[in-house]
């Protein structure tokens, strides 16, 4: 992963405000941006959002999904990811499912992925 373009991966957030404003953000900060469709929940992380040494090789998903918005970032710099946050704070843009792409979960689908933050929030809130 030499140098990624940054990417964007948008969850449930067509039609909304929220998914209004972070369009408008993220095209502001010429980040790629890939609105994926629930059929495409089996697919790994990585392949969604361009690594292009992680196939697409999973059937379309057929389920019920989630609805719960959902953002994925992949290749920002430090400095770059804590512009994103702060921008997205200020503009009050509540996503609270965010995650960065990483070795250990660019192989995850959609919904493993889903599932790990909504227990890593859940135990945040028990805090």
């Given at each position: 992963m030499t140098n990624p373009q940054e990417t964007a991966l948008l969850y449930n957030l067509e039609g909304s405000q929220e998914g209004r404003k972070l369009k408008l953000l993220l095209l502001q900060m010429k980040v790629r941006i890939r609105v994926i469709d629930p059929a495409q929940y089996l697919q790994p992380l990585g392949a969604l959002a361009g690594i292009r040494e992680i196939p697409v090789s999973s059937p379309e998903y057929q389920g019920p999904g989630f609805e719960d918005p959902m953002l994925v970032l992949r290749g920002f710099s430090d400095s770059r990811l804590d512009l994103l946050l702060q921008s997205m704070r200020r503009q009050q843009i509540r996503i609270p499912l965010k995650a960065v792409l990483t070795r250990e979960n660019q192989?995850?689908?959609?919904l493993q992925l889903h599932r790990?933050?909504?227990?890593?929030?859940?135990?945040m809130r028990q805090l």
């Open positions: 192989t995850w689908d959609s790990e933050l909504i227990r890593e929030h859940q135990a």
